[in-house]
């Protein structure tokens, strides 16, 4: 097993431990979540910078997997993936839902698709620190363009468990996603809850998890698809962590320069 497997598979033994309850999950992801949403509401500069990083990071993701957005198997799910984990979309209201209702979710819905968004809670909240720890540091740094600032951030955070860990989190979930979809009966139980989940003010999680089931029951199999997330984000954490800063560079300028987003 090398050393890609290995973390994979501390990380998800790691994860199992918190699999018991999805409620005390979503509490305590959301309570990280609210309270970086406090530190940025008293700092509008601290605030433009995470947005600055976030949209950058969806530019980053669309030139990254072009080639699966214009795929026809892959589409629905490399837009899932921009629009619910990587993109610069405000978040704030399905937080709010999270968090006021985490006990709710748990009694509402069945257990694997509460588990699943306890899974989304976890991956926000660790998405959300990454992107704060940037944000800091976007502040400070002084660079030609915003390649070169964000790739100077990287390094400066240069948290790599973290960054791992973000990346076995969103495959973890990609893959309950797809296990759902394999569930006998779930879609059409997901549509019989779009009214109690609406009443029950959870509107925006049944739109995740129904655009989630359905965007990876259109690929009839996801194993494919999240490899090329892993090898392709693993590349990323590497070349921007370990690669020469000159070379990082050019890579990710081309990369860019291919979609026309610099």
Same mark, same amino acid.
């Given at each position: 097993m090398g050393p890609w497997e290995t973390n994979r598979a501390r990380y998800l033994d790691k994860l199992g431990v918190f699999m018991d309850s999805a409620a005390p999950r979503i509490r305590q992801a959301m309570q990280a979540v609210v309270a970086l949403r406090q530190y940025h509401a008293a700092s509008p500069s601290l605030r433009t910078a995470v947005l600055e990083v976030k949209r950058f990071q969806a530019q980053r993701f669309r030139a990254t997997y072009a080639d699966l957005l214009q795929d026809p198997r892959y589409r629905h799910a490399a837009l899932f993936f921009l629009d619910e984990l990587y993109g610069d979309r405000d978040y704030e209201r399905r937080d709010q839902q999270f968090a006021r209702i985490a006990n709710?979710?748990?009694?509402?819905?069945?257990?694997?698709?509460? @588990?699943?968004?306890? &899974? #989304?809670?976890? !991956?926000?909240?660790?998405?959300?620190? #990454?992107?704060?720890?940037?944000?800091? /540091?976007?502040? =400070? *740094?002084?660079?030609?363009?915003?390649?070169?600032?964000?790739?100077? /951030?990287?390094?400066? !955070?240069?948290?790599?468990? %973290?960054?791992?860990?973000?990346?076995?989190?969103?495959?973890?979930?990609?893959?309950?996603? @797809?296990?759902? *979809?394999? &569930?006998?009966?779930?879609?059409?139980?997901?549509?019989?809850?779009?009214?109690?989940?609406? !009443?029950?003010?959870?509107?925006?999680?049944?739109?995740?998890?129904?655009? =989630? +089931?359905?965007? +990876?029951?259109?690929?009839? =199999?996801?194993?494919? +698809?999240? %490899?090329?997330?892993?090898?392709?984000? %693993?590349?990323?954490?590497?070349?921007?962590?370990?690669? @020469?800063a000159v070379a990082c560079e050019t890579k990710m300028l081309q990369l860019l320069a291919l979609q026309g987003e610099h």
């Open positions: 709710t979710i748990a009694r509402l819905f069945p257990v694997a698709v509460a @588990d699943t968004a306890a &899974t #989304l809670a976890e !991956v926000h909240a660790l998405t959300e620190k #990454l992107d704060h720890q940037m944000a800091l /540091c976007w502040l =400070g *740094t002084d660079a030609p363009g915003l390649p070169q600032r964000y790739i100077k /951030c990287w390094r400066a !955070v240069a948290d790599r468990l %973290a960054r791992q860990q973000q990346l076995q989190a969103v495959l973890h979930l990609g893959e309950e996603l @797809d296990r759902l *979809t394999r &569930t006998p009966g779930l879609r059409r139980l997901l549509k019989m809850m779009r009214a109690p989940a609406a !009443v029950a003010g959870l509107s925006s999680l049944q739109h995740f998890l129904e655009a =989630g +089931f359905e965007a +990876f029951a259109d690929m009839q =199999g996801a194993a494919e +698809f999240l %490899a090329i997330i892993g090898q392709r984000e %693993a590349a990323w954490i590497s070349s921007l962590l370990d690669s @020469d």
